[in-house]
């Protein structure tokens, strides 16, 4: 079975930007979706590192210090 790719916005609000502006600013931009309707958030920002040796490629090959991402939904 074949299921269609799925993608959801990314992005993320400018310094200072209030977040449901952001959120719905990257979906117009991402998307060309401009009717929104807020119906919750997370009470809190969920966060994930990589393991030790997936974080360890991956700097290596970002020659960054790659940590993690937080993000609020």
Same mark, same amino acid.
């Given at each position: 079975?074949?299921?269609?790719?799925?993608?959801?916005?990314?992005?993320?609000?400018?310094?200072?930007?209030?977040?449901?502006?952001?959120?719905?600013?990257?979906?117009?931009?991402?998307?060309?979706?401009?009717?929104?309707?807020f119906?919750?958030?997370t009470?809190?920002?969920?966060?994930?590192?990589?393991?030790? /040796?997936? /974080?360890?490629?991956?700097?290596?090959?970002?020659?960054?210090n790659? /940590?993690g991402?937080?993000? /609020?939904?």
């Amino acid at each position: 079975m074949n299921f269609p790719m799925c993608h959801f916005v990314q992005g993320g609000a400018d310094e200072g930007e209030d977040l449901r502006n952001a959120a719905r600013r990257e979906l117009r931009e991402e998307t060309d979706v401009t009717s929104t309707e807020f119906l919750a958030e997370t009470p809190y920002w969920l966060t994930y590192d990589f393991p030790l /040796k997936v /974080k360890v490629r991956l700097n290596r090959h970002w020659g960054t210090n790659y /940590k993690g991402q937080a993000q /609020k939904w």
